[in-house]
Protein backbone atom coordinates (compact mmCIF):
# COMPACT_ATOMS: atom_id res chain seq x y z
CA UNK A 1 0.00 0.00 0.00
CA UNK A 2 1.13 3.32 -0.97
CA UNK A 3 2.74 5.09 1.74
CA UNK A 4 3.70 2.37 4.32
CA UNK A 5 6.96 -0.20 4.48
CA UNK A 6 6.51 -3.68 3.65
CA UNK A 7 6.51 -4.37 7.08
CA UNK A 8 4.16 -1.98 7.97
CA UNK A 9 1.56 -2.89 5.21
CA UNK A 10 1.97 -6.42 6.38
CA UNK A 11 0.79 -5.42 10.27
CA UNK A 12 -2.04 -3.17 8.95
CA UNK A 13 -3.06 -6.50 6.68
CA UNK A 14 -2.73 -8.25 10.59
CA UNK A 15 -4.60 -5.50 12.06
CA UNK A 16 -6.98 -5.56 8.99
CA UNK A 17 -7.92 -9.23 9.17
CA UNK A 18 -8.69 -8.79 12.70
CA UNK A 19 -11.99 -7.56 14.65
CA UNK A 20 -10.06 -7.07 18.03
CA UNK A 21 -7.24 -4.56 18.37
CA UNK A 22 -4.39 -7.11 19.00
CA UNK A 23 -1.40 -6.62 21.35
CA UNK A 24 2.31 -6.62 20.06
CA UNK A 25 3.08 -10.40 21.02
CA UNK A 26 -0.54 -10.97 19.21
CA UNK A 27 0.97 -9.02 15.53
CA UNK A 28 4.55 -10.58 15.93
CA UNK A 29 2.35 -13.87 16.29
CA UNK A 30 0.63 -13.87 13.04
CA UNK A 31 3.17 -12.41 11.37
CA UNK A 32 5.57 -15.07 12.14
CA UNK A 33 6.05 -18.07 9.59
CA UNK A 34 7.78 -21.25 9.45
CA UNK A 35 11.20 -19.46 8.08
CA UNK A 36 10.87 -16.00 9.87
CA UNK A 37 9.88 -14.53 13.47
CA UNK A 38 10.18 -10.93 13.71
CA UNK A 39 11.99 -9.62 16.47
CA UNK A 40 9.30 -7.91 18.87
CA UNK A 41 10.87 -4.58 19.12
CA UNK A 42 10.46 -4.21 15.38
CA UNK A 43 7.05 -4.75 15.45
CA UNK A 44 6.78 -2.24 18.39
CA UNK A 45 8.71 0.17 16.72
CA UNK A 46 6.71 -0.11 13.67
CA UNK A 47 3.28 -0.14 15.11
CA UNK A 48 4.22 3.23 16.86
CA UNK A 49 5.76 4.76 14.05
CA UNK A 50 1.67 3.21 12.22
CA UNK A 51 0.52 5.32 15.28
CA UNK A 52 2.20 8.30 14.99
CA UNK A 53 1.19 8.29 10.87
CA UNK A 54 -2.49 8.25 12.05
CA UNK A 55 -2.91 4.36 10.66
CA UNK A 56 -3.68 2.63 13.45
CA UNK A 57 -5.17 3.98 17.39
CA UNK A 58 -4.18 2.44 20.41
CA UNK A 59 -5.13 1.39 23.57
CA UNK A 60 -3.51 1.05 27.24
CA UNK A 61 -4.68 -2.63 28.45
CA UNK A 62 -2.63 -3.32 31.87
CA UNK A 63 1.29 -2.05 30.92
CA UNK A 64 1.18 -2.53 27.43
CA UNK A 65 -1.33 -1.12 24.16
CA UNK A 66 -3.77 -2.73 21.95
CA UNK A 67 -3.42 -1.47 18.20
CA UNK A 68 -6.36 -1.67 15.93
CA UNK A 69 -6.98 0.51 12.34
CA UNK A 70 -8.05 3.74 12.80
CA UNK A 71 -9.68 3.28 9.58
CA UNK A 72 -10.50 -0.10 7.08
CA UNK A 73 -8.79 -1.28 4.14
CA UNK A 74 -11.47 0.25 2.25
CA UNK A 75 -11.16 3.90 3.34
CA UNK A 76 -7.72 3.58 3.32
CA UNK A 77 -7.25 2.45 -0.29
CA UNK A 78 -9.72 4.53 -1.42
CA UNK A 79 -7.74 7.89 0.14
CA UNK A 80 -4.93 6.45 -1.67
CA UNK A 81 -7.14 6.73 -5.11
CA UNK A 82 -8.24 9.72 -4.10
CA UNK A 83 -4.67 11.17 -3.86
CA UNK A 84 -3.95 9.93 -7.00
CA UNK A 85 -6.98 11.61 -8.79
CA UNK A 86 -6.05 14.85 -7.56
CA UNK A 87 -2.32 14.71 -8.36
CA UNK A 88 -4.23 13.71 -12.15
CA UNK A 89 -4.20 17.01 -14.71
CA UNK A 90 -6.97 14.64 -16.01
CA UNK A 91 -8.90 12.74 -13.13
CA UNK A 92 -12.06 12.14 -15.38
CA UNK A 93 -9.53 10.45 -17.79
CA UNK A 94 -8.13 8.14 -14.88
CA UNK A 95 -11.32 6.87 -13.29
CA UNK A 96 -12.76 5.59 -16.64
CA UNK A 97 -9.44 4.40 -18.06
CA UNK A 98 -9.66 2.57 -14.50
CA UNK A 99 -13.02 1.82 -14.65
CA UNK A 100 -12.45 -0.18 -18.14
CA UNK A 101 -10.28 -1.95 -16.29
CA UNK A 102 -12.62 -3.23 -13.68
CA UNK A 103 -13.90 -6.99 -13.68
CA UNK A 104 -17.88 -7.61 -14.32
CA UNK A 105 -17.82 -8.44 -10.59
CA UNK A 106 -16.66 -4.61 -9.73
CA UNK A 107 -18.82 -3.31 -12.24
CA UNK A 108 -21.89 -4.64 -10.75
CA UNK A 109 -20.78 -3.38 -7.37
CA UNK A 110 -19.89 0.38 -8.86
CA UNK A 111 -23.69 -0.22 -10.63
CA UNK A 112 -25.22 -0.86 -7.17
CA UNK A 113 -23.11 1.41 -4.96
CA UNK A 114 -24.32 4.73 -7.69
CA UNK A 115 -27.82 3.18 -7.75
CA UNK A 116 -28.13 3.50 -3.73
CA UNK A 117 -29.00 0.24 -3.68
CA UNK A 118 -25.50 -1.74 -3.06
CA UNK A 119 -23.27 -2.42 -0.29
CA UNK A 120 -22.05 0.34 2.03
CA UNK A 121 -18.23 0.50 3.70
Avoid at 7 to 24: F, H, I, K, R
Avoid at 51 to 67: A, F, T
Avoid at 79 to 92: G, Y
Amino acid sequence: MKGLGALESQVMGVLWGEVDALSVHDVVDRLSDDRRVPAYTTVLTVLTHLWEKGWVRREKVGRSYRYRPSRSRAEATTDLLREILDASPDAPAVLLHLARTASAHEVEALREGLSGGGPRP
